[in-house]
């Protein structure tokens, strides 16, 4: 089972096709309902995604601690997440500025003005959203037209025309228009959940009958609320966006409405926006029906000081017949083990690329769904339930969405001798480069003085 | 006609060189004016162009970078801190793994410092008596001593090429010339102790470091009592503090004087670009400063034309590299190999948001530095080392009368006025 999606780039009429092809159904009935399979999503200059798989998800276009290079070097990821929340701030020193990132020159090498600002390698496929992964909630919440948003200076409404019109001109590989979420763990009462199905079904009307969304592979948002809530919308996607093939993919807020998806929807690749907290969730979603996941928890892990330490299947841990006993990761605050930012990251990508293969080999192997499930239960059994406390300092400079922790303190000592920049160049806030753990032992470092 | 004369200066020049059992210093070229000299070093992994800057390379600086990213900034000798590798991994792990090299793997050359100097500042509590360093251990609060005699054996654990002396050192303000004095003989005594400890001469060099703080009298009493000792490479110590400029340079052109032509020099802990050129028309071969890295992590990008600070909103919306004709892989044209794009507006983006930023910073400060001590070698080599101070001093500052007084009087002092059209 194959679709093609091609569309055309009004500007350079260059064709932005996605292609997506399922390369293994696990279930019997999987024309009639979503469950695992093996999948292979591919976009023109772009590295091709074998799935099941993750992609990166970044912070303020960046992949945390990991320049372009070493993207380019270290990384098996083949797309990275972004949000546009992380580029239109409005500074209050300039707040009439249009967003630098809307007129960065593109070149060769760096061929959309989002790859261009960003510096993400070309071979990396940027998939665009409104917001960051997880959103904070606003107290503001949405209108008829926009939804509010939360930037490095504040929230602030960002309008359906707009978001339309920053994605014809960044120029994303795929692109999910807006939804109408509260990005609250409250589940919304049957009235607000009947709205935000509305309205973003009007969303997606308005999206696709502009020729600005042509220039993008556009992922639909699937609402975190129960079928019965939005099977209009549902129906409109399967019914008006999959004949036209204006639809090239979902992108689900929550992996329960994996079994509720009209048949027509399943041929298109899964993209999973809900953040499982751990591998477990992982596999469990893979089970349901995901082909692609963001997973904010490799950053977050990362920041934490911990090494990822997993594998799929599990491997059979000789030393021990108890059950759910292996950590998932080392918390690296310890002395041996302390790596920077960076190298934790490259390692931790790389832990999770390796569990990502691991799985495509079991979904692919003879016995398929059953031998699946039963790596998965010995998955459960063999690992902790959840990640290590990590101890190492957080970034404190990342910035706004931890709102307790903000900017970081000036310098209290001034520098001694004179400096070459304007006065003043040297003050302010510094980017830490290494997790700084709780001090550790003096291991070998000069002697203990006996006491007397 | 005027590159002919350059030429024939150039060759006119005889090639000497000097061998110690783990080190070879090849004097390659000699200004005619200034003290300036460019020179071949060839350490157990490898060669190295001097005059150089050395990046300092462990834990808070340049850890963000990869070894290869380091690599890539053309840096073929860093620094390592002692503090910081015996803490973690430790004597132990380098043991067992065949020291900082492997761990780290880096395969270039390797300098540490003694560990004494990051004790005194890092832990303010520390105490130097005779024996060696005191301090209370910041994770118990137990007493510690770091002996001569032990930084000795955690250099040769950690394998550095090029390891440093314990030294007593004092801020070269310290108000108590008698302290100063006593801190200086005390660094002798301590030398002798380093030699007397250290394993490994045939492969790893100690430097000694020439104390003395700002009294000429002393650093030239240091200086006959160092060099009679014959390391394969002599310091500078006690510097970048907060002495005045003009000191410095008094201090660092009183020590070149003295010192053999054919041994490396080594001005400790300066990193500002006009310190740097100034240093190297006074004679010193090497340098390090956490300096260019930590101001990367403050948003600062050091370029020909003064440091930029890319937080300004000015920079919020210039695409253009973080330096014009920067050769490192941020700034290099963007359809040549490697290169990345970085555009300021990125790294205005991302300045004290994202470390991806301080690490862009970072390698593009790193090649700057390397690259003015690549220019002012050829420079010395091609004998037009006066000519590149002017240009050097030009592009810093808009106008003549804004050029530092201690820099033109240090310079006047080796034959190059800056001042003259
Ligand atoms: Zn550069």
Redesign the interface.
Known sequence: MTIDIPSQDPESSTPTAMRFEVLKNLAKDAATTASSRLGHLSLPGRRPLETPNYIGVT????????????VT??LQTSAAYMSLED?IEK?Q??SA?PP??F???T????PTPLH????MPSSIATILGARRIPAVASPMGNTNKSISVFT?TGFQPLTTTDYLSAVSTLKPDISIPLADLTNSNITPNSKRALRMAERTDEWIVDWFSSPDSSATATFAPVLPVSYSMQWEYLSRLSEDYVPTSQLSGLALYDPALLPDLPAPLLSLPRLSLSAPATPHQVLQHISLGIDIFTLPFINTISDAGIALDFSFPASPNPSSSAEGILPLGTDLSS??E?L????LQIHNHSIVSQFFAGIRRVLGGEAGEEEFEKARNGFLRAYEADFPAGHAER?R???YQYKSVG??EPKKNKP???????EG??????????PEGK???????????P?E | MWATATRRMASAFQPKSHSSAALTFELVGKCSTTRARASILTLPHGQVNLPIFMPVATQASLKGLTPEQLEGTGCRLCLNNTYHLGLKPGQEVLDAVGGAHKFQGWNHNLLTDSGGFQMVSLLKLANVTEEGVRFLSPHDGSPMLLTPEHSMSLQNSIGSDIMMQLDDVLVTTHPDKARMKEAMERSVRWLDRCIAAHKYPERQNLFCIIQGGLDLEMRRECCREMVARDTPGIAIGGLSGGEAKDDFCRVVATCTELLPELKPRYVMGIGYPEDLVVSVALGADMFDCVWPTRTARFGNAITKHGVLNMKREVYAADYGPIEDNCGCPCCRPIEEEGALGITRAFIHHNAAKETVAAHLLTLHNVWYQLNLMGRARDAIVADRFPAFLKEFFAGLYANKKDYPSWAVDALRGVGVDLLEI
């Open positions: 912070s303020r276009g960046c992949l945390p601690h990991l320049t372009p290079d070493n070097k270290h580029f500074p020193q300039n500025r630098p990132i007129a960065a020159p070149s060769s090498k760096l261009a600002f960003t510096a490095n002395p041996e302390m920077g930012w960076t190298l970034p400079a990342r910035g900017g970081g001694a001798w004179g400096k070459l920049g304007p160049s040297e003050e302010g806030v510094e980017t830490p480069v290494v001090e550790v032992e003096e291991k070998g470092f000069a002697e203990n003085v006491k």
